[in-house]
Protein backbone atom coordinates (compact mmCIF):
# COMPACT_ATOMS: atom_id res chain seq x y z
CA UNK A 1 0.00 0.00 0.00
CA UNK A 2 2.94 2.38 0.61
CA UNK A 3 3.33 2.59 -2.61
CA UNK A 4 0.71 4.68 -3.32
CA UNK A 5 2.26 7.47 -0.44
CA UNK A 6 4.74 8.45 -3.49
CA UNK A 7 1.89 10.29 -4.74
CA UNK A 8 -1.34 10.69 -1.90
CA UNK A 9 -1.10 11.40 1.44
CA UNK A 10 -2.20 7.97 3.61
CA UNK A 11 -3.26 7.93 6.98
CA UNK A 12 -3.26 4.36 9.01
CA UNK A 13 -4.24 3.74 12.50
CA UNK A 14 -4.49 0.36 14.67
CA UNK A 15 -7.85 -0.28 15.37
CA UNK A 16 -9.02 -1.22 19.27
CA UNK A 17 -7.99 -4.53 20.12
CA UNK A 18 -5.06 -4.90 18.17
CA UNK A 19 -1.32 -3.27 17.82
CA UNK A 20 -0.71 -0.17 19.17
CA UNK A 21 -4.39 -0.20 20.42
CA UNK A 22 -4.22 -3.14 22.50
CA UNK A 23 -6.45 -2.95 25.67
CA UNK A 24 -6.78 -4.81 29.13
CA UNK A 25 -10.12 -3.43 29.07
CA UNK A 26 -12.75 -6.09 29.58
CA UNK A 27 -15.68 -4.23 27.75
CA UNK A 28 -17.03 -5.93 24.49
CA UNK A 29 -15.39 -4.67 21.09
CA UNK A 30 -18.31 -4.56 18.35
CA UNK A 31 -18.56 -3.49 14.84
CA UNK A 32 -19.95 -0.27 16.41
CA UNK A 33 -17.10 0.29 18.42
CA UNK A 34 -15.11 0.27 15.27
CA UNK A 35 -17.45 2.58 13.06
CA UNK A 36 -17.54 4.91 16.08
CA UNK A 37 -13.59 4.98 16.05
CA UNK A 38 -13.48 5.50 12.14
CA UNK A 39 -15.53 8.02 13.10
CA UNK A 40 -13.31 9.62 15.29
CA UNK A 41 -10.03 9.65 13.85
CA UNK A 42 -11.53 11.34 10.58
CA UNK A 43 -13.27 13.97 12.39
CA UNK A 44 -10.03 14.71 14.68
CA UNK A 45 -7.95 14.41 11.80
CA UNK A 46 -10.08 16.95 9.57
CA UNK A 47 -9.97 14.01 6.78
CA UNK A 48 -11.76 15.91 3.95
CA UNK A 49 -12.35 13.75 1.59
CA UNK A 50 -12.54 11.31 3.55
CA UNK A 51 -10.93 8.19 0.56
CA UNK A 52 -11.60 5.15 2.77
CA UNK A 53 -9.03 2.09 1.71
CA UNK A 54 -10.03 -1.10 2.88
CA UNK A 55 -8.62 -4.56 2.87
CA UNK A 56 -10.12 -7.94 4.06
CA UNK A 57 -12.49 -7.19 7.26
CA UNK A 58 -10.83 -2.93 6.56
CA UNK A 59 -13.47 -3.51 3.66
CA UNK A 60 -16.24 -4.62 5.46
CA UNK A 61 -15.84 -1.87 8.53
CA UNK A 62 -15.51 0.36 5.17
CA UNK A 63 -18.66 -0.45 4.22
CA UNK A 64 -20.41 -0.90 7.62
CA UNK A 65 -19.05 3.14 7.82
CA UNK A 66 -20.19 4.26 4.96
CA UNK A 67 -23.48 2.63 5.69
CA UNK A 68 -24.09 4.55 9.05
CA UNK A 69 -23.02 7.65 7.31
CA UNK A 70 -25.63 7.05 5.06
CA UNK A 71 -28.15 7.19 7.16
CA UNK A 72 -30.60 10.54 6.79
CA UNK A 73 -30.44 10.92 11.17
CA UNK A 74 -26.61 10.76 10.86
CA UNK A 75 -24.63 13.67 12.29
CA UNK A 76 -22.38 14.75 9.43
CA UNK A 77 -19.54 16.49 11.76
CA UNK A 78 -19.17 13.41 13.76
CA UNK A 79 -19.42 10.73 11.14
CA UNK A 80 -18.63 12.55 7.88
CA UNK A 81 -19.68 10.64 4.61
CA UNK A 82 -17.13 9.08 2.77
CA UNK A 83 -16.40 10.56 -0.73
CA UNK A 84 -14.99 6.98 -2.34
CA UNK A 85 -14.19 3.58 -1.20
CA UNK A 86 -11.99 1.51 -2.65
CA UNK A 87 -12.54 -2.66 -1.12
CA UNK A 88 -9.57 -5.17 -1.45
CA UNK A 89 -11.04 -8.55 -1.14
CA UNK A 90 -13.88 -6.87 1.16
CA UNK A 91 -14.61 -9.76 4.01
CA UNK A 92 -18.14 -11.42 3.24
CA UNK A 93 -20.87 -9.21 3.02
CA UNK A 94 -23.64 -11.77 4.47
CA UNK A 95 -23.77 -14.34 6.89
CA UNK A 96 -24.12 -16.87 4.34
CA UNK A 97 -21.28 -15.90 2.09
CA UNK A 98 -19.49 -15.78 5.37
CA UNK A 99 -20.16 -19.46 6.24
CA UNK A 100 -19.14 -20.50 2.63
CA UNK A 101 -15.87 -18.78 2.91
CA UNK A 102 -15.07 -20.32 6.07
CA UNK A 103 -16.23 -24.14 4.59
CA UNK A 104 -13.68 -23.55 1.42
CA UNK A 105 -10.61 -21.94 3.29
CA UNK A 106 -10.93 -25.18 6.20
CA UNK A 107 -11.47 -27.35 2.88
CA UNK A 108 -7.91 -25.78 1.86
CA UNK A 109 -6.29 -26.18 4.85
CA UNK A 110 -7.31 -29.83 5.03
CA UNK A 111 -6.04 -30.04 1.09
CA UNK A 112 -3.06 -32.85 0.19
CA UNK A 113 -0.88 -30.23 -0.22
CA UNK A 114 -0.79 -28.01 2.83
CA UNK A 115 -0.59 -31.33 5.09
CA UNK A 116 2.39 -32.42 3.28
CA UNK A 117 3.62 -29.39 4.15
CA UNK A 118 2.60 -29.55 7.69
CA UNK A 119 4.24 -32.87 7.88
CA UNK A 120 7.33 -31.63 6.27
CA UNK A 121 7.81 -29.04 8.94
CA UNK A 122 7.17 -31.74 11.86
CA UNK A 123 9.72 -33.93 10.47
CA UNK A 124 12.02 -31.21 9.78
CA UNK A 125 13.34 -30.47 12.97
CA UNK A 126 13.29 -27.04 12.66
CA UNK A 127 11.46 -26.68 16.17
CA UNK A 128 14.47 -27.47 17.77
CA UNK A 129 17.19 -25.91 15.58
CA UNK A 130 15.25 -22.61 14.72
CA UNK A 131 12.06 -22.04 17.02
CA UNK A 132 12.03 -18.27 15.21
CA UNK A 133 11.89 -20.20 12.09
CA UNK A 134 9.82 -22.79 12.88
CA UNK A 135 7.11 -20.06 14.54
CA UNK A 136 7.40 -18.24 10.93
CA UNK A 137 6.80 -21.61 8.47
CA UNK A 138 3.90 -22.25 11.01
CA UNK A 139 2.50 -18.89 10.66
CA UNK A 140 2.97 -19.58 6.48
CA UNK A 141 1.05 -22.60 6.51
CA UNK A 142 -1.83 -21.08 8.85
CA UNK A 143 -2.54 -18.75 6.20
CA UNK A 144 -1.91 -20.82 2.94
CA UNK A 145 -5.59 -21.46 2.17
CA UNK A 146 -6.03 -17.96 1.48
CA UNK A 147 -3.55 -18.15 -1.49
CA UNK A 148 -3.99 -19.34 -4.86
CA UNK A 149 -0.64 -20.82 -4.66
CA UNK A 150 -0.17 -21.92 -1.42
CA UNK A 151 3.88 -21.64 -1.43
CA UNK A 152 3.68 -17.59 -2.24
CA UNK A 153 2.21 -17.96 1.87
CA UNK A 154 6.35 -17.50 2.11
CA UNK A 155 5.93 -13.81 1.01
CA UNK A 156 3.22 -12.89 3.47
CA UNK A 157 5.10 -10.51 6.20
CA UNK A 158 3.53 -12.12 9.71
CA UNK A 159 0.50 -10.87 11.30
CA UNK A 160 -1.60 -11.40 14.39
CA UNK A 161 -5.10 -11.52 14.81
CA UNK A 162 -6.36 -11.10 18.75
CA UNK A 163 -8.99 -14.02 18.55
CA UNK A 164 -11.20 -12.56 21.59
CA UNK A 165 -11.50 -9.19 19.67
CA UNK A 166 -12.54 -11.07 16.37
CA UNK A 167 -15.15 -13.08 18.30
CA UNK A 168 -16.75 -10.30 19.86
CA UNK A 169 -16.98 -8.47 16.54
CA UNK A 170 -18.03 -11.36 14.45
CA UNK A 171 -20.64 -11.94 17.29
CA UNK A 172 -22.00 -8.53 17.50
CA UNK A 173 -22.82 -9.04 13.69
CA UNK A 174 -25.00 -11.43 14.26
CA UNK A 175 -27.50 -12.91 10.97
CA UNK A 176 -25.94 -9.96 8.79
CA UNK A 177 -26.72 -8.32 5.73
CA UNK A 178 -25.28 -5.18 4.58
CA UNK A 179 -27.20 -4.84 0.75
CA UNK A 180 -29.62 -2.66 2.18
CA UNK A 181 -27.40 -0.36 3.81
CA UNK A 182 -24.46 -0.01 0.79
CA UNK A 183 -27.55 0.49 -1.64
CA UNK A 184 -28.15 4.37 0.19
CA UNK A 185 -24.02 4.78 -0.43
CA UNK A 186 -23.57 7.09 -3.34
CA UNK A 187 -19.42 7.53 -3.23
CA UNK A 188 -18.04 6.33 -5.83
CA UNK A 189 -16.40 3.20 -5.23
CA UNK A 190 -14.14 0.34 -6.69
CA UNK A 191 -14.22 -3.49 -5.39
CA UNK A 192 -11.10 -5.39 -6.17
CA UNK A 193 -11.27 -9.27 -5.52
CA UNK A 194 -9.24 -12.11 -6.76
CA UNK A 195 -10.58 -15.05 -8.68
CA UNK A 196 -9.15 -17.90 -6.29
CA UNK A 197 -9.92 -15.93 -2.90
CA UNK A 198 -11.74 -18.62 -0.68
CA UNK A 199 -14.13 -15.66 0.00
CA UNK A 200 -16.65 -16.20 -2.40
CA UNK A 201 -16.43 -13.99 -5.81
CA UNK A 202 -20.15 -13.73 -5.06
CA UNK A 203 -20.25 -11.51 -2.19
CA UNK A 204 -17.76 -8.92 -3.98
CA UNK A 205 -20.20 -9.31 -7.28
CA UNK A 206 -23.09 -8.39 -4.76
CA UNK A 207 -21.20 -5.40 -3.55
CA UNK A 208 -20.45 -4.22 -6.30
CA UNK A 209 -24.20 -4.42 -7.75
CA UNK A 210 -25.19 -2.46 -4.48
CA UNK A 211 -22.71 0.30 -4.81
CA UNK A 212 -23.12 0.71 -8.23
CA UNK A 213 -19.02 0.22 -8.27
CA UNK A 214 -16.54 -0.83 -10.35
CA UNK A 215 -15.46 -4.68 -10.09
CA UNK A 216 -12.21 -5.91 -11.00
CA UNK A 217 -11.35 -9.59 -10.74
CA UNK A 218 -7.59 -10.21 -10.28
CA UNK A 219 -6.61 -13.37 -12.00
CA UNK A 220 -4.30 -16.29 -10.48
CA UNK A 221 -5.37 -14.92 -6.97
CA UNK A 222 -6.34 -15.57 -3.63
CA UNK A 223 -7.26 -13.06 -0.61
CA UNK A 224 -3.90 -11.53 -0.77
CA UNK A 225 -3.25 -9.23 -4.15
CA UNK A 226 -0.53 -7.15 -2.80
CA UNK A 227 1.56 -10.19 -2.70
CA UNK A 228 0.02 -12.25 -5.60
CA UNK A 229 -0.37 -9.71 -8.27
CA UNK A 230 0.74 -6.74 -6.98
CA UNK A 231 1.66 -4.69 -10.36
CA UNK A 232 -2.36 -5.61 -11.38
CA UNK A 233 -3.79 -4.47 -8.05
CA UNK A 234 -1.88 -1.18 -7.75
CA UNK A 235 -3.25 -0.25 -11.36
CA UNK A 236 -6.34 -0.78 -10.41
CA UNK A 237 -6.13 1.19 -7.68
CA UNK A 238 -3.79 4.09 -9.11
CA UNK A 239 -6.44 4.15 -12.47
CA UNK A 240 -9.44 4.86 -9.58
CA UNK A 241 -8.08 7.63 -7.76
CA UNK A 242 -6.71 9.30 -10.57
CA UNK A 243 -10.47 9.21 -12.00
CA UNK A 244 -11.67 10.22 -8.04
CA UNK A 245 -9.27 12.03 -6.42
CA UNK A 246 -6.09 13.41 -8.79
CA UNK A 247 -2.86 13.39 -6.96
CA UNK A 248 -1.47 16.79 -5.77
Known amino acids: MLILAEDYDLVFYDQR ?49 AAEASRADGDAARHPSPTSLMLIDPAPLTRRFREQFEAEFSRR ?30 FEL ?3 GYF ?14 IGRVQQSVWGSLGDFDLQPGLRRVTAPSLIIHGRQDP ?32 PSLFDAMRGFLTETSPAP
Open 17 to 65: GGGSSRTDDATEITWQTHVTDLAAVAAELGLTPLELIGYSWGGLLAMLY
Open 109 to 138: QQSEEVQRLRQELADSGLRERDPAAYRQRA
Open 142 to 144: SVA
Open 148 to 161: ADPARARDLTPFRV
Open 199 to 230: IPLESSETVAEALRARLVVLEDCGHVPYVEQA
